[in-house]
């Protein structure tokens, strides 16, 4: 009997270390030389993020948006890529920055991050970067000025550790994404095609999520056209141009959420009237429309250019016309599975990266629309973005540049 037990004994022990042995090989390891350079690089990261986020860049401020991109091109040249500068595809933009690094792999990736802001001038001079014990804060200091620095501080940390287990790493600093990347959607369209993958430098929703969905975004605008007059000696001849506005948006008030996972509608601007004793001849809205399909876009359309054709006030004119559009980035196979190599590279420093959509568009689904997948998401974490009171979240800046860097590494080797 004594010999029994000790045989089930030992079979116990062996069995707990064969287990043991087949979780120490299962568990994720960390490159800890990529994580020590996480380390070393982050107050480098934030004192280069400080010095872009003092500089407005609002889109379309063509001396802001050139002046950034002058002290980016002077780091992206330090660090061996090919640097040069693309005109943007209409007038009124900075150029577009582009930086190219060639190695001996596989892989071809491309970054894109954008410089442009939703701020205008003086704005920085007026709350500047700052940083507090948990955040930092500045306009644009997440959407998307930290994104760009995680994907410099990245391929800082690959030169420095000498890997060059890719074929090419592309950086693309769009100029005017705040607006649609009209400046840069050709482009975007021609790099996508000669790249295995995207990766976008937006910045992560809280608490720590990368983006694997994102809603389109279009604006519609509604115009009316009136009759102007003298609104004390003869209102009667005027043809009020805002109060048909003001009956065209009360038609569509409760036709569409202004918010929630599905489509929503906003108004987002508002024009009428230059003098106050003069009835208005012109009045003219912008409705911001984000969609999860293009369907869901053109049902919004169809019900704006129905209601244009019902005026209240007599002899107005409502014309309705709209933008081209960012479109969805619907979440698939091929971003699942990039996504599960982000997870796993998390894992290694021993967290875990949730995954989440949103509202705001971006690049990526132009990658998508080309058919090459895109992983979204991937700056620093942030919030309250396009507001004065927008933040990162300081703890994420070493596990975000680990992941960042450890993705162009894996991706980089097998695409």
């Not at 960390?30 to 609002?58: C, F, M, P, T």
């Not at 704006?304 to 019902?310: N, Q, T």
């Not at 967290?351 to 959509?357: A, E, N, P, Q």
């Not at 919030?383 to 590494?409: A, C, K, Q």
């Amino acid at each position: 009997m004594r010999w029994m037990w000790r045989a089930e004994a030992m079979a116990m022990a062996m069995a707990l270390m064969v287990i043991c042995a087949t979780a120490a090989q299962a568990a994720p390891h960390r490159n800890d030389k990529v994580y020590q350079a996480a380390i070393a690089n982050r107050a480098a990261a934030l004192d280069l993020l400080k010095e872009i986020v003092d500089i407005d860049s609002g889109t379309g401020d063509i001396a802001g948006g050139t002046k950034v991109a002058a002290v980016l091109a002077a780091r992206l040249k330090g660090l061996g890529g090919e640097v040069r500068t693309e005109p943007a595809d209409i007038p009124g933009l900075p150029d577009n920055l582009l930086a190219v690094f060639r190695g001996t792999g596989k892989g071809r990736i491309l970054i894109i991050a954008h410089f442009d802001t939703v701020f205008g001038p003086g704005t920085a001079a007026a709350r500047p970067f700052s940083m507090d014990p948990e955040r930092a804060h500045g306009p644009g200091v997440g959407d998307e000025k930290a994104g760009v620095v995680n994907a410099v501080m990245a391929l800082k940390i690959l030169r420095d550790l000498g890997f060059k287990n890719y074929q090419t790493i592309t950086l693309l600093l769009d100029d005017s994404e705040e607006r649609g990347s009209p400046g840069s959607r050709k482009l975007i369209a021609a790099l996508v095609k000669q790249h295995d993958v995207e990766f976008n430098m937006e910045p992560g929703d809280p608490p720590d999520a990368l983006t694997v969905w994102r809603k389109g975004s279009a604006s519609i605008h509604i115009e009316v056209k009136g009759r102007a007059a003298h609104a004390g000696m003869a209102p009667q001849d005027g043809r009020n141009a805002a109060v048909e506005l003001v009956h065209q948006l009360a038609a569509l008030e409760g036709a569409f959420p202004h918010s929630g996972a599905g489509t929503t509608v906003n108004l987002t601007i508002l024009k009428s009237g230059e003098r106050n004793n003069i009835i208005p001849e012109l009045a003219q809205a912008t409705l911001n429309v984000r969609f999860r399909t293009p369907d869901e876009f053109n049902t919004v359309l169809a019900k704006v250019e129905s209601g244009s054709r019902a005026t209240l006030v007599a002899d107005t004119q409502v014309s309705v016309t709209h933008d081209p559009a960012f479109p969805p980035l619907t979440e698939n196979a091929q971003i699942d599975a990039l996504a599960a190599r982000a997870k796993a590279i998390y894992a290694e420093i021993g967290k875990t990266v949730h995954l989440s959509g949103n509202g705001g568009a971006s690049e990526s689904a132009l990658a998508m629309a080309e058919g090459t997948p895109a992983l979204d998401g991937l700056g620093y974490v942030g919030g309250d973005f396009h507001t004065d009171h927008e933040w990162i979240d300081l703890n994420s800046v070493v596990p975000r540049l680990y992941l960042f860097t450890r993705l162009l590494m894996e991706v980089g080797a097998k695409p």
